[in-house]
RNA sequence: GGCCCUAUGGUCAAGCGGUCAAGACACCGCCCUUUCACGGCGGUAACCCGGGUUCGAUUCCCGGUAGGGUCACCA
């Protein structure tokens, strides 16, 4: 009897079957094969879309197919609903896949897609490793390792099970059996042919993103099956991707330090190492230090946070996208309305250090995306925006007739040199509030230049000469006479040449308008914003500023 | 601490043996302008340090330093 046998049983499964069963995929030459792997407990964050753009772009550009797979194989409970969010929130980034875990069920035939589910799979190959004696039962107790590594402290050894510290990597047929037949847990470790120090050989793996890749190879035993029957994330990772015929392994730096293991079990399987792409992290400048994003201490990490502060998601897309590529930008400035799809995405262009996340770039990338949305689409997306994170906001929105909140939204985007006001939802319903009467506030200011006896002359002659049917120049003509009758120039560059001769210039004549009609002195064209107020409106408001500085 | 990754202005970044070291964001000034926004023009501001190699290093090599990551029966 063989060991494995003790272990497993008997399986009815064979390598063979399965490369059979999983043949290399029918795709044309340079066709790219990539894939997610989000554990269901996490959610989607910046990081993970980061990458998952990556992969999107890599499969779709290449032709290939990106697939989705969920790798459960920790203890950590499963949280309901969880993939279901995962499959969602990359949706709504415009990441779909082609293959592997879907809303309902599964779709592809390299499956299943669930690594829980695979188990029978990863047994033949440690059924295998096993029977060459490259791995073995390992019967170390939880204090037997915590003392190991106080021994390897002391003697300044590097920690780890391995070598001589590996107490049962040569134990015997009956030792084990006697042990497994007693109900003694134990875990599956790869016996590594690596070695430690002085004596260890150099391995280098070729990055698609960061080039020759040179370090030690590995001499850990490392564990590949936990004592539950689960393989670990390193065994899992080298079936899966293996068997699922991925091209394509894009995943964050912080697994450049296992590579040797994936090196190893790859080379002890026999299988083919796929292309690994090592992103770099996104950061964070914390006490005067960049630091790697955390989900647990950092919202900004979260794509909520963006959702609930009102960002489009096409802003947060454009922006990665300026980071993911440093030509993006260039080709995005040349390409204004060309769809983001079409811009050729490369490995090579891609930083290899990592990037503090940026929220003025953000902005700035958003005035722009947002630029290209039709006031319709902005509107929906406010409403949308509003509907989920200000009821205020949204019951205010609703009041009001469509057409004249889009038309606020629209204000100056339509001219030669479009005003880019707009920057994410909640800034942009504030932008816009004041055409709403109960966010509408009178502020008690008055500029310098403008007495509050002079203030209250040019809202009394601006009334009395109002008329809703004049257009811009006209209506602009008689705030001009205003000025002039009330000792302010009209126009800015007198005043500048001789202030002795001016109380102010006509700007400061419109800023007490607009400071009665809108309650802020900085607007867009004031002639639009009358326009749309209409008649009534704007002559109450008007007479209450009045009332207001009497 | 071992191993690995990274190192150009405040931020994102081109450049990879000879450049007055691009560009974008931010910031400042001017122009345009009824305010603001947009746009235009201009400006402040950078090659981590030390050794080599070279006629010449930001670029190549070595050594430091700094920052980051990782050293789990988590991924």
Redo the contacts with the bound molecule.
Sequence with gaps: MKLSELIFGNIDLSREELEKKYPERNFPEGAKVTRL???PT?FIHLGNLYGAFIDERLASQSKGLIYLRI?D????RYVEGAVDTIIDSLSYFDINFDEGVTKDGELGAYGPYYQSEREDIYKVYVKELLDKGMAYPCF???DE?EAI?ELQMSK?D????YGEYAKYRDISFEEAKKRIESGE???IRLKSSGHDGEAAKYISVEDAI??N????ENFQD??IL???G?????F?HVVDDHLMRTTHVVRG??????LPVHVELFDKLGFELPIYCHT??L?K??NG????L?KRKDPELSLDYYKELGYHKDAIKEYLL??LN?NF??WR?ENPNTDWREFEFSLD?M??????F?I??L??VS?DVLLRKSADEIYDFLLAWAAEYDIEAKNTLEKYSAGLIKSALDM?RNDA?????LINASQIFDFISYFFDEYFQLRDYMPAEVSKEDGIDILEKYLASYNHEDD?SLW?EK?REIADELGYAL???DFKKNPENFKG????V??VI?LALVGR???????TIQQLLGETVLRERVARYIDELK
């Design positions: 792997g989000p554990s996490g790798e194989t920790d203890d950590k170390l107790k939880e390792i590594r300044k590097n920690p780890g099970i847990e134990f875990v960061r080039g890749l040179a370090m030690p490392t564990v936990k004592k539950n689960i393989p670990t994330y390193h899992a730096e912080e697994w450049l330090s296992s770099a992290q950061m400048m914390d230090n960049k630091r790697k955390s300026t980071i440093s930008e260039e400035i262009k930083s290899t250090s990592g990037a503090l940026d003025n770039k902005d700035d005035k100056g040199k479009p005003r880019k006001d811009n602009f705030i126009k800015p560059k210039h006509v700007g400061h419109s800023t607009r002195a900085q607007s867009p064209d004031i002639w």
